[in-house]
């Protein structure tokens, strides 16, 4: 692991010499590698690299539980979490637990952005430890993480975004590694920043470069959360709905006062963390429903969902241009998702996920199990016995109630002569 740490750095260095415009994203780039080799997490009890995710099920094999998702019909193709690049922004309480899930779960690349450092204030969260005071955050997540799965490449940026200089590194770095002229090198951003301003900038940059992000909060008196997601010109950007404050035209850095400190709680930025990366998991690797919007409240465990739609008259213009582009596809969109649909209603037969299974479990469609006891409501496990007739059999003792005879003038009369030879009997 070592040899090929220091040859990514020698790679650096010639990168340095050819380059010398990207001198700062290069040294920090270097600066990452040795804060991860002198990483002491990353010694002798750290492992080597995985090639491939192997689904085989051993004590030994980091991904087994994860690569079940496919046997057990969750998940079509796990591995190709590996592909995926995803930028956090704001390794804080909720990012940094954001990042060590993704780890976990083998994200091909990870890049993230902070500018703060660890503080012992910070204790009262998950992730970051006491002997981390005084690191960046940046460095300290790269050390843990890179002990936990050293199969993700972790880019880290000690910068602030809400600068000119950050604001044109943060973009240079989503679109590096990028395929295509209008795409950028990453499959999602996760906003989980702490105030505004920032929020701004990652809307403008998403918007800018037409990325799909995911926003999260949590509220100053850390007992309520939410997660959205956005995706330009498709839904509702961070500017089409401005938050209360905005609106009401009070500038939100002066709601920020001296002294007043914001409470924290590892239990909502726990949760909220693990709503924004099962979201995320969910958006990457294409199962169940993606939020639009969740909310937590935990006072009520009250979980509002809804979805917005793009505000036509959005004061970002970038926003407007990716709105227009998208009612532009629409017609092509549309036919693509009925050609999908048509595919899909013509391959679909109901054969069992799995033939066989080591588990011995067998997962039966709710349907059919229902109709089956309708159908058979004789069938008993072996050794039981019905004390009571079945419902549809039984036709009382002495007076059998037909639904003609309710049709006549008499026949309140004559229900009522039958309850009493019934309350009599
Ligand atoms: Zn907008």
Avoid at 342 to 350: D, G, M, P
């Amino acid at each position: 692991m070592e040899m090929e740490q220091l040859c990514s750095l020698l790679r650096d260095l010639d990168a340095l010499k050819q380059h010398p415009d990207d001198l700062t994203s290069t040294i920090d780039r270097m600066r990452e590698r040795l804060v991860a080799m002198m990483n002491p997490a990353a010694g002798a009890a750290s492992r080597s690299k995985i090639k491939d995710m192997s689904a085989e099920v051993v004590d030994n094999n980091p991904y087994s539980r994860l690569m079940a998702l496919q046997r057990m019909g969750v998940v079509e193709n796990y591995e190709r979490i590996r592909d995926y690049s995803v930028a956090i922004v704001g390794i804080g309480g909720v990012g940094s637990v954001a990042a060590e899930m993704l780890t976990r779960c083998g994200i091909g690349r990870l890049l993230l952005y902070d500018y703060d450092t660890v503080e012992l204030a910070n204790m009262n969260r998950l992730f970051f430890r006491p002997e981390q005071v005084g690191m960046t955050k940046t460095d300290a997540a790269v050390q843990t993480l890179s002990g936990i799965n050293p199969d993700v490449v972790l880019e880290s940026y000690s910068l602030n975004i809400t600068t000119v200089k950050g604001f044109e590194t943060f973009l240079a770095s989503l679109k590096a590694q990028s395929s295509h002229e209008r795409s950028t090198g990453v499959n999602l951003v996760l906003s989980c920043v702490d105030n505004y301003e920032a929020r701004m900038v990652v809307n403008q940059a998403c918007n800018e470069l037409g990325q799909t992000w995911m926003e999260s909060g949590v509220s100053e008196d850390a007992v309520s959360g939410h997660i959205q997601l956005l995706v330009p010109g498709e839904t509702a950007c961070f500017a089409c709905a401005p938050p209360l404050v905005v609106a009401s035209g009070v500038d939100e850095r002066t709601l920020k006062r001296e002294g007043v400190c914001a409470a924290s709680l590892p239990t909502t930025m726990g949760v909220v963390a693990g709503l924004l990366v099962q979201n995320a998991l969910k958006y990457l690797l294409n199962f169940g429903q993606v939020s639009r919007y969740l909310g937590y409240n935990s006072l009520k465990d009250y979980f509002p969902a809804m979805e917005m739609r793009p505000n036509p008259q959005c004061s970002n213009p970038a926003c407007v241009l990716r709105q227009k582009e998208y009612m532009e596809s629409k017609p092509a969109r549309d036919a693509a998702a009925k050609t999908k649909m048509e595919a899909e209603a013509s391959t679909e037969n109901e054969c069992p996920v799995h033939l066989d299974n080591e588990w011995n479990i067998s997962v039966v469609d709710d349907e059919t199990e229902t109709s089956s006891i309708r159908n058979t409501p004789d069938i008993l496990p072996e050794g039981l016995v019905r004390e009571l007739p079945d419902a549809d059999s039984y036709a009382g003792p002495a007076a059998p109630v037909s639904s003609s005879a309710i049709d006549d003038d008499d026949d309140l009369e004559e229900l009522q002569r039958q309850l009493d030879a019934l309350n009599a009997s």
